[in-house]
Structures are given as structure tokens and as C-alpha cells.
């Protein structure tokens, strides 16, 4: 019996038949598309992973601009107060408070209350303030930004609230 063109592709080296024939082609081509769809699975996996995909909002969750300091009682006559979480000086002097803020308004550091000397010092870059937050010494082109300060009518506590800056002259008389 004569083996034809046809048979000879369909068939093994010992003679039996196979019904597809896999060459170094073929291997080659399936690698590729297994590459592509691995890095497009990746890819897609990224893009809806919770927490960090595409339908997950980018928020930063940051503590309130408006926040609640104490009553007013709680603040020595004539001190300044630094709350070191919400970045502001209390300063009371006698029946007045002034919401004061900790960054220097020269590069951003965080400035210190000096008792000896009664101003506010950056230890960065040198500059000075006097006790109602106005620049005297050093680089600083402009006062400490002074913000809101008001008395909640239910609880009689003060409440600051820094997305509000008011004029350096603004007290609040208690």
C-alpha cells in the first residue's frame, strides 16, 4: 500500500495517526498569546483590586478644620497653649483668646513659644514673632496665620476653626 502527501502528515514516525501536529510555531505563538493575556489579566486585576483600583475614591481622611479646645476656664490667665495634634497655639490674655497657628509663615517649620523671652521663635531659620502672632525679626514676610475662634452656644467650650483666618487685630472676649 502507498502512502500519499496527506498520510504522511497525519501520521506519526511509527505509523499511527495523530489528529494535530505541534510545531515549534505553534509553541511560539501559544506562548505569546499566554504572555498577553497573563500581563492583561494582571493588569485588569490592578485596575479593580479594592483599596487601590480605579473605583476606589483617592481620599486622604484628615481630622476636621473645626474642632472643639476646651472651655475656657481650662486655660491659665496670660498663657499661650500649644496643642501639638491640631498644629495652634491658645493664647489667653486676660479675658481674650486668639487661635494662633504653629507653622512659620517663612518655609513651613514649626515654631516654639519662648516663656523667657515671651515670643514665638522658628529654631529653623531665625524668625521671631511677638506673643499676638506679628513678625519683628528674621525672614518671615508676614504675621502667624490667626484663625476663628468662637463659643459654642450649647456646651460654652471654645471651638477653632482654621478653615477661617480672621485679621491679627480679632480676639475673642470671654
Avoid: Q
Avoid at 476606589?56 to 478644620?65: D, G, R
Avoid at 489667653?92 to 521663635?121: M, P, Y
Amino acid at each position: 500500500m502507498e502512502t500519499t502527501d496527506t498520510d504522511r502528515c497525519n501520521t506519526s514516525e511509527t505509523g499511527e495517526n495523530i489528529w494535530f501536529t505541534f510545531t515549534r510555531r505553534h509553541f511560539l505563538s501559544l506562548a505569546g498569546w499566554g504572555l498577553f493575556f497573563a500581563a492583561m489579566g494582571g493588569y485588569l486585576v490592578r485596575f479593580f483590586w479594592f483599596k487601590h483600583g480605579f473605583f476606589y475614591p483617592k481620599v486622604v481622611f484628615e481630622l476636621s478644620p473645626r474642632f472643639t479646645v476646651g472651655e475656657p476656664k481650662s486655660f491659665p490667665e496670660n498663657s499661650v497653649t500649644k496643642l501639638k495634634s491640631r498644629m495652634v497655639f491658645i493664647v489667653r490674655d486676660g479675658d481674650s483668646f486668639k487661635a494662633l497657628s504653629v507653622v512659620c509663615t517663612h518655609l513651613g517649620c514649626a515654631v516654639e513659644f519662648s516663656k523667657e523671652k515671651n515670643i514665638f521663635e522658628c529654631p529653623c531659620h531665625g524668625s521671631k514673632y511677638y506673643r499676638n502672632g506679628v513678625n519683628f525679626a528674621g525672614p518671615a514676610p508676614r504675621p502667624l496665620a490667626h484663625f476663628e475662634m468662637v463659643i459654642d452656644p450649647y456646651s460654652g467650650r471654645l471651638v477653632v476653626d482654621k478653615s477661617k483666618t480672621v485679621s491679627v487685630e480679632t480676639e475673642l472676649v470671654v
